[in-house]
């Protein structure tokens, strides 16, 4: 098992992996999520960008603004005014999603590091859904990076776990979440290191097959006459982003989309689509089918759903590594049904 008190070499693989110096491995994603909100004071402030029926939101609002009496104001856009009318004389900290759901907006990444640093606040990326496939935002010199171990999966089925990736030449920020892990014991007992060395050493493998099963979904459902729009990863502002080259030409492991019809056709969609998903990974590659509106906001009224961008034909998906014929053939079938 990793070491409780000294760090491994696989976490230094971990941390490679993200472009960072040191990666620490927690019981879960949000543990992760809870022991670096600690790297601030309590009644802090904090600007997020964050999909608001994320793990993430959920800890700032139900937990942590109770708790630890920390505030929280929310951008929607990072454009530097955005980020910057959104700052308070007790800001320490900015928390952004490199993917944030549903629409999966990517937000200018190198705008707000920089800010970041010239305000001299703690920057996060929480870079699940891209992963570092995607992107990496420790080169865009935040300082931390948090994301659910799952995310590493694409085709294996692994224990729950999350990580911090810590940028270089940021030691005191490492040693502080190393002394919280410690005292909190929110270790990844349940992973070891050669379960870590395997996944790293595979990652990029499975993720070309992931991206080119996205792909292939992407093309179906755009060509599709019973759904609307197909969302995947958009950068707000392209033009401005100073983004590693090619990687726009990569996919992340989840789209959105809409589907024609009212709440009684997405709902009956949505039942076909979960039975779709029993038939395992090797059959069907879906590994998330997310309704916003029905899993997460069923008692919010519909004109506020729809005022936050949940409406009732939204759907997200998230794909592994399994057989993507399969998937589309069975979508195609449904998709026919309930026309």
Not at 13 to 40: M, P
Not at 125 to 151: H, I, M
Not at 172 to 192: I, M, P, R, Y
Request: aromatic share 8%.
């Amino acid at each position: 098992m990793l070491e409780k008190d000294n760090l491994t070499e696989e976490n230094n693989r971990l941390a490679q992996l993200e472009q960072g110096g040191v990666a620490h491995l927690f019981s879960s994603y949000r543990s992760a999520i809870s022991s670096v909100l600690e790297l601030v004071e309590h009644n802090s402030h904090i600007v997020a960008y964050v999909d608001k029926s994320g793990a993430a939101y959920h800890i700032f609002e139900n937990v942590r603004r109770r708790t630890a009496g920390l505030k929280f104001s929310y951008i929607d856009e990072t454009n530097p005014k955005k980020i910057l009318n959104a700052f308070s004389d007790d800001t320490g900290l900015i928390w952004i999603e490199s993917i944030k759901a549903p629409y999966l907006q990517m937000p200018d990444l190198e705008a707000v590091a920089c800010i970041a640093k010239e305000k001299a606040v703690i920057s996060i990326c929480d870079n699940t859904l891209a992963t570092p496939y995607l992107l990496q935002p420790l080169k865009f010199d935040f300082d931390v990076v948090v994301s659910d171990g799952q995310s590493l999966s694409a085709g294996f089925n692994i224990p729950e776990f999350g990580y911090a990736a810590v940028g270089k030449d940021r030691e005191f920020l490492s040693e502080k979440l190393k002394f919280l892990k410690n005292t909190l014991g929110s270790h990844a007992n349940d992973v070891g290191e050669d379960f870590i060395k395997n996944i790293i050493e595979t990652f990029d493998g499975r993720m070309e097959i992931v991206c080119a099963n996205m792909s292939e979904l992407a093309r179906f459902l755009k060509l599709n006459s019973n759904v609307k729009d197909v969302y995947l990863p958009t950068f707000e502002k392209c033009e401005e982003a100073n983004l590693v080259k090619g990687t726009l030409e990569r996919n992340a492991s989840a789209l959105s989309f809409r589907l024609l019809g009212d709440l009684e056709r997405a709902l009956a969609f949505k039942q076909k689509l979960l039975s779709l998903n029993n038939f395992g990974e090797e059959l069907s590659p879906l590994r998330k089918i997310l309704h916003p509106a029905s899993d997460l906001y069923a008692n919010v009224p519909k004109e506020v759903r729809n005022g936050m961008g949940i409406t009732d034909d939204l759907f997200q998906l998230v794909v592994g590594g399994g057989n993507v014929k399969n998937l589309i053939d069975g979508l195609k079938q449904e998709l026919i049904e309930i026309a």
